[in-house]
């Protein structure tokens, strides 16, 4: 049974994307955030530019931190957003 997930995207991520948030559908093949990045990757070269360096960027399931390598398990929402700094 396909699964679907509400990607969100924050700061230049969205703004290079041109959009805050799509809903994208996992192959069966999906397990993990990188896999993600990696289908999206494949969508075409916007998408290949933006994930080819994963180290800037941080990650979150459902509303939850998480790395490049966690699981997607059941999560509903993946948020991928640019490292925070305060100042």
Do not use: C, H
Not at 47 to 69: H, M, N, V, W
């Amino acid at each position: 049974m396909p699964r679907s997930l509400n990607i969100i995207y924050f700061s230049w991520v969205r703004e290079r994307l041109g959009m805050d948030q799509e809903q994208v559908t996992l192959g069966e093949d999906i397990e993990t955030i990188e896999d993600v990045l990696t289908m999206l990757s494949n969508r075409g070269a916007q998408y290949a530019e933006l994930f080819s360096d994963i180290g800037k960027l941080r990650f979150a399931l459902d509303q939850d931190y998480g790395i490049a390598t966690a699981s997607i398990g059941s999560a509903r929402e993946l948020a991928i957003f640019p490292p925070v700094t305060g100042g």
